[in-house]
């Protein structure tokens, strides 16, 4: 089966300027989560969506950061404006269902400059 | 909310030792313990899990190991091979409600032939 697909996969901006990342998850899975992996750590959970739902958003930085699941389907996370510790790899997986098996996408690495 | 704390954050053996990994948790409603590893500028993947109605799980070389009551789980890995050599993270999914997933800070695992 395909895995989850996301694009682009590396991004350079300038601070203040804005980006957007998108996931095409796994056909059929209903549970879509996006991650910010700092070098050096452990994926930080920052929404998750079951269908077209928000689960959870707490760590997500609502000021700047926000996110999508239009028809259930597809993801967008976008920033605006970036800051320099924005710099990480944005990570997204989707799973069949909450407490399933994640699969995770390629990731996008993004450097703020 | 949770927290994951995971030790050693490095590990280094020789090829055919065994390799423990250990992860701690704070949320007694956490019942799903997944273990992933990740190589190096490569994505996250499964490689075994747990749910807390079991004390134990093995898959050939690898099994994990949970203490509900200490609210403790451990990766062990044996006859280690130059190709165990990754990143390995800890997860806890807390339950009721959301499933939402934590996960340690990763361990860099280095095996010499």
């Known amino acids: 089966e395909a895995g989850v697909a996301q694009s682009p996969r590396y991004k350079i901006i300038e601070k203040r300027q804005s980006v957007a990342f998108w996931c095409n998850p796994i056909?059929?899975?209903?549970?879509l989560y996006w991650y910010q992996q700092i070098l050096g750590q452990g994926p930080k959970l920052l929404i998750q969506?079951?269908?077209?739902?928000?689960?959870?958003d707490s760590q997500l930085p609502k000021d700047r950061f926000s996110a999508e699941r239009l028809k259930g389907v597809d993801s967008t996370l976008k920033i605006q404006p970036a800051k320099l510790e924005d710099s990480a790899v944005y990570l997204c997986?989707?799973?069949?269902?909450?407490?399933?098996?994640?699969?995770f996408g390629p990731g996008t690495r993004l450097l703020v400059l | 909310g949770e927290n994951v704390e995971q030790h050693p954050s490095t590990l280094s053996v020789q090829e055919g030792d065994s390799a423990v990994i250990k992860c701690t948790y704070s949320?007694?409603?956490?019942?799903?313990f997944p273990w992933y590893k990740q190589e190096l500028g490569k994505r996250p993947q499964l490689i075994i899990d747990?749910?807390?109605?079991?004390g134990e799980k093995k898959d050939q070389r690898i099994a994990v190991t949970l203490n509900k009551t200490a609210k403790h789980f451990s990766l062990h890995i044996t006859e280690t091979q130059p190709e165990d050599s990754a990143v390995y993270f800890c997860?806890?999914?807390?339950?009721?409600?959301?499933?939402?997933?934590?996960f340690g800070r990763g361990t860099s695992l280095i095996v010499h032939p």
């Open positions: 056909s059929g899975h209903a549970t």
């Open positions: 969506f079951q269908n077209n739902g928000v689960v959870d």
């Open positions: 949320d007694s409603a956490s019942n799903y």
């Open positions: 997986a989707s799973s069949l269902g909450e407490q399933e098996t994640q699969y």
């Open positions: 997860a806890a999914i807390q339950s009721g409600g959301s499933y939402i997933p934590t």
């Open positions: 747990i749910r807390s109605n079991v």
